[in-house]
């Protein structure tokens, strides 16, 4: 059997990790500035996180929703606590299009309507309703146009309370700072602006911190940087650092029962043992002031550099943009500078989601890499 070919690769084989460095099969060492599109948050092979994972498999690994599995409140509680958050409660599931998936259905139940606004350059997942809402039409197929959706530009209230006027809509869905898409986000008056459009029109504010979140943008959610409380926060990427694992937050005002949500994967042994490591490593070793620290220190290199046009985003989720398209600079990056980095639907776009415990030497290293190529 061959594998179904759906991704155009790099000619790298990653086979070992560690920090901020991967080692390919002839033992080349790659920085990663990309963290295999942002899942890495507390950088590959933590000691804590494998000694974490490995002690829970020789215990238990997996065992159904049908049972206790006091790790799942231990996860909800930890993540209340690191993240402010403690007036929601925890859906585990397995990825980000599922957190999604499950979100919207949420809003769709408690309201009883089913048309959602979502945002110009939004990236939502490929899942059914994900997709709906994700503003690209190439990935989606006939079968997910059924969901009714408006797309409407980013930081245009005036447009989002027109639609909500209808009186039709069940929820509204923006990434704390969009990552596919380019790096654009709301203004705080906007965040703020779809909060109070929301209460009025009976709508749920979803906040999709699936790249964003897990402290990335210097904050543990990036809509914190706009003092807002939205009806639910979806994660994934950054929460189990590579182990696949995704989750809904969902404020505690609104009420679950049984059946109305399900998984069979969701919130196993493992996947909350990693979860829990990652936010006891960002607690311990203080990454979101890391993150900070380190995001100020990258952005005033990269203002040093002529061809950089633009610099969007925020902590260590950062966007360089250029005059060109990025395509040969990124393929120049990896196989002559062996450093990774990613791209972006606005294809003049660096994207930048290194590991939380990056170093400014190892930010030194690319800036040099980057002036050269230049
Ligand atoms: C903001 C955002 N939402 C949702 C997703 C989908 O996550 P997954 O690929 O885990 O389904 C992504 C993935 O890139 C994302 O960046």
Redesign the pocket.
């Known amino acids: 059997m061959n594998l179904f070919e759906v991704y155009p690769l790099y000619d790298v084989t990653p086979v070992k990790a560690k920090g901020s460095s991967v080692w390919d099969d002839k033992n080349q060492e790659y920085l990663d500035l990309y963290g295999g ?2 899942v890495i948050s507390v950088g590959h092979s933590h000691p804590k996180y494998i000694e974490k994972i490995t002690s829970q498999l020789h215990n238990i690994g997996f065992y159904s929703n049908a049972v206790q599995n006091p790790l799942q409140q231990q996860l909800a509680k930890k993540l209340g606590e690191v993240s402010n958050c403690e007036d929601y409660n925890l859906f585990l599931c397995n ?4 957190a ?1 998936e499950n979100a919207l259905k949420v809003a769709s139940f408690v309201t009883g309507k089913s048309k959602v606004i979502a945002f110009e350059n939004s ?4 899942t059914s309703a ?1 997709v709906s809402v994700t503003d690209n039409k190439k990935i989606q197929a006939e079968i997910n146009k059924f969901n009714p959706v408006t797309i409407l530009p980013l930081n245009d209230l005036f447009l989002v309370e027109k639609s909500l006027e209808k009186g039709d809509v069940c929820s509204v869905i923006i ?1 704390g700072i969009q ?2 898409g380019g790096l654009d986000e709301g203004s705080t008056e906007f965040f703020k602006g779809l909060e109070k459009l929301c209460w009025k029109y009976e709508a749920l504010l979803i906040l ?1 911190e ?2 964003s979140g897990y402290g990335r943008s210097g904050a543990f959610f990036a809509f914190q940087h706009h003092q807002i409380k939205p009806d639910m926060i979806t994660v ?2 950054g929460m189990g650092n590579g182990y696949p694992m ?1 989750g809904v937050l969902i404020h505690e005002s609104i009420k679950a029962s049984f059946g109305m949500l399900g998984t069979t994967f969701g919130g196993n042994h493992l996947a909350c043992v990693a979860g829990l490591a990652v936010l006891e490593i960002i607690e311990e070793e203080g990454l979101i002031a890391n993150v900070k620290e380190v995001s100020e220190y990258f952005i005033a290199q990269a203002k040093t550099i002529g061809a950089v046009k633009n610099i969007k985003g925020k902590g260590l989720m950062i966007g360089l943009e250029f005059e060109d398209e990025v395509g040969d600079l990124r393929k120049k990056l990896i196989y002559e500078e062996h450093i990774f980095t990613g791209g972006a639907m606005n294809k003049n776009l660096l994207r930048i989601l290194p590991p939380l415990n990056i170093s400014t030497k190892e930010i030194d290293v690319f800036i040099t890499a980057l002036k050269k190529i230049l």
């Open positions: 599109h942002g990825s980000g299009a599922e999604n990236f939502h997942g490929r994900s990434e990552g596919v999709d699936i790249q994934a990427k995704a």
